[in-house]
């Protein structure tokens, strides 16, 4: 990470979103391409306010362009605390049910996926009737970046449950089964050799 950019970005962030006080205009000439990734790093990169501060601007703002940057930033949020109230805007009436798989998108990354099931695990019957209903069915599809022994069984528990009650739920979570497992077959057949080349590698650099 360059911390240099990082600042630059971070600062570009707030001061489009009103945040911050700058001099001029600088706050509305961020490029319209840059939006997204200025806002992820200042949520990142700022003190927790930020984050109250755009939680407070989707309980007013009607634009939505803004409130999709709003909650993919939101959603790539590093602090623990931050992420734990970023799931539970998943459920929150700030948040539109067409807004739930944008914002469930950022927080199945493999980075926060673990924290993300298990906040499922206790909230799944709530989000299920919230998601939006043409893309209920499609709910196993967000946990597919599971690649560990076990982890299709994990879906299995939680998800199968509501086979009956979502038409192609199921077809969905078998083909999300099947990947999981897939992806963890392999790296259980690869993961040795993989680490023995880098190893190596580190060795042959030093």
Do not use: M
Not at 34 to 61: G, K, N
Not at 66 to 89: F, K, M, T, V, Y
Not at 103 to 115: F, I, Q
Request: proline letters at 6%; a negative charge.
């Amino acid at each position: 990470r360059d911390p240099e950019l990082r600042e630059s970005l971070a600062e570009a962030g707030r001061a489009h979103v009103g945040y911050t006080t700058v001099q001029g205009d600088e706050g509305t000439t961020l490029a319209p391409d840059l939006v997204r990734t200025a806002l992820v790093v200042a949520v990142q990169d700022s003190p927790p306010e930020l984050f109250d501060h755009l939680a407070a601007l989707l309980r007013e703002s009607d634009d939505s362009l803004l409130r999709s940057q709003i909650l993919e930033a939101l959603g790539h949020a590093e602090d623990p605390l931050l992420l734990a109230r970023a799931r539970n805007l998943l459920l929150d009436e700030s948040v539109r049910s067409s807004e739930t798989s944008p914002l469930l998108v950022a927080l199945t990354h493999p980075s926060r996926l673990e924290g993300t099931w298990t906040w499922f695990e206790g909230n799944a019957p709530a989000l299920v009737q919230r998601f939006p209903a043409a893309y209920r069915f499609y709910l196993p599809a967000y946990f597919k970046g599971f690649c560990a022994p076990g982890d299709s069984d994990r879906l299995r528990a939680v998800l199968g449950r509501f086979g009956d009650d979502v038409p192609g739920l199921e077809t969905v979570l078998r083909q999300t089964e099947e990947t999981v497992a897939i992806c963890a077959a392999y790296r259980e057949r690869h993961s040795a050799d993989a680490r023995r080349f880098f190893d190596e590698l580190g060795k042959a650099k030093d």
